[in-house]
């Protein structure tokens, strides 16, 4: 393996877009059949669909249903199972794993050995793009409960990393997390966006001070502005690169190559990702937002037909500089976190974005309120820095709720607290007291 490679499987990331969509139409149909001769709840669900109709793309668009995380909880009580959409036999698993259960009752996935095998290699192309090398230590913090925990340290194994120091993602572990990059100087960290943020803030306040040993990071949990990726560089000395994906439903990933211009989608061989009008189902316009909806029709143990992921996503135009052909996908938000607010919608990603444009504001975490009565002001609450004193927060509050009123075009209430509600190893986005 040589380190001078420039893309990890060149035949597969540097495909003709012709010759990658008639491998997707392939699969879509072998997918068909498959599902419908061995999934209970894809033989209820596809009961009106042949699959020889499926001719084209387009065809699997307007022939296969959409299906949602809700359609799989219901089928598993349909079923009294918690696998109906299971398509081999159980003695051929050999990795599954919960949902982390954020948006409801868990559900679960599956994976053969075959399965196994390609989400790895997929894993190893993603490692690859953010710039993870055999010769790096690679600190790899992840939920461990989920099949991704194994998976990402098997797919850096396969680029040829040997050292990994794994451990879970919790933010009360954060001063470990500290010691133990200080104490085995790793290069390379996996973590969530608010985690290393968590960790510049541990270690400035600790009596050695100083930066953190890594070179390189790859941040999932939220969007990162290039100005708060540029701060990361000055204050830390430490290139970030952006993951986000899908991990407790597919384990399928997009991460940023050194020209971040979008997240690469890196099983487009793999898998079909349509992009489509959340309201409409209907493809989504070029250049619009919309809705990613995958099927991943390499899998053979629980693989999801045109499974909405409730993500929002930007396509970026052209072909990337660092010769892959895949499309690049910016994930902005959730549909779930649209807030309600003087009679339009604002989404995290918004205020991510125009808090990094702010010195005050770039790398805070917030949250955002959704409240019963939609309001005429958005309240953020960011969470304190330790290295910001109490009685100088409400100046620095001033400032960036002028900041945001202009950015945002829209009135806003900001407030620093001490503590933030988190999932995991994210801070909670939006706070919904209509929930309450």
């Given at each position: 393996m ?12 540097g495909m ?14 072998t ?10 709840m894809?033989?209820e669900r596809?009961a ?8 084209t ?21 349909r079923?009294g ?19 982390a ?19 790895i ?8 793009c953010?710039?993870?090398r055999?010769?790096d230590?690679?600190?790899?913090l992840?939920?461990p ?15 040829g ?44 306040a ?34 970030v690169?952006t ?9 399928l ?5 050194e ?6 989608w890196?099983?487009?061989?793999m ?57 690049r ?24 974005t125009?808090?990094s ?5 770039r790398?805070?975490?917030f ?7 939609e309001?005429?002001?958005?309240e ?7 290295a910001?004193a109490?009685d ?10 002028q ?20 999932v ?13």
């Amino acid at each position: 393996m040589s380190d001078a490679r420039a893309l990890w499987d060149a035949a597969a990331e540097g495909m003709a877009p012709e010759a990658r969509q008639a491998l997707q139409l392939k699969g879509v149909q072998t997918l068909l059949a498959w599902v419908k001769s061995r999934s209970p709840m894809q033989r209820e669900r596809l009961a009106q669909v042949d699959p020889s109709a499926v001719r084209t793309l387009a065809d699997f668009a307007a022939l296969v249903p959409l299906s949602t995380k809700d359609d799989l909880r219901a089928a598993m009580d349909r079923v009294g199972s918690a696998l109906p959409h299971l398509c081999v036999p159980r003695e051929d698993i050999v990795l599954s794993g919960p949902s982390a259960g954020t948006s409801g009752r868990q559900t679960y996935q599956a994976f053969d050995a075959q399965d196994l095998d390609r989400n790895i290699e997929l894993t190893a192309r993603l490692f690859w793009c953010s710039g993870l090398r055999p010769g790096d230590v690679l600190q790899l913090l992840v939920t461990p409960f989920t099949p991704a925990a194994d998976i990402f340290r098997l797919g850096a194994q396969r680029v040829g990393v040997k050292w990994i120091i794994r451990d879970n993602h919790e933010p009360t572990q954060v001063p470990r997390y500290v010691e133990v990059a200080r104490s085995l100087e790793p290069s390379f960290l996996q973590a969530g966006v608010a985690t290393l943020r968590a960790m510049a803030q541990q270690a400035a306040a600790t009596p050695e001070g100083g930066p953190l040993p890594y070179q390189r990071a790859i941040l999932m949990g939220a969007a990162l502005g290039p100005e708060a990726r540029e701060q990361f560089r000055q204050t830390l000395g430490v290139e970030v690169t952006t993951l986000s994906g899908q991990g407790s439903d597919f384990n399928l990933f997009g991460t940023e190559c050194e020209a971040h211009d979008g997240e690469h989608w890196h099983g487009e061989d793999m898998t079909l990702v349509e992009v489509i009008d959340p309201a409409t189902g209907a493809p989504a316009r070029e250049g619009e937002v919309g809705e990613m909806v995958i099927t991943d029709f390499y899998r053979r143990a629980t693989p999801h037909l045109r499974w909405r992921t409730e993500d929002m996503v930007r396509v970026h135009p052209g072909v990337c500089r660092c010769g892959r052909t895949s499309r690049r996908f910016t994930l902005l938000d959730r549909l779930a976190n649209r807030v309600p607010v003087r009679g339009t919608a604002v989404y995290p990603f918004q205020v991510e974005t125009a808090l990094s444009r702010s010195e005050d504001g770039r790398n805070l975490e917030f949250s955002l309120l959704r409240k019963t009565v939609e309001p005429q002001v958005l309240e953020v609450r960011l969470l304190r820095p330790a290295a910001l004193a109490a009685d100088a927060a409400a100046a620095v509050a001033r400032r960036l709720q002028q900041h945001l009123d202009a950015e945002l075009d829209l009135p806003t209430q900001v407030c620093f607290h001490d503590d933030l509600p988190r999932v995991g190893y994210k801070t909670l986005r939006v706070i919904d007291e209509t929930r309450a």
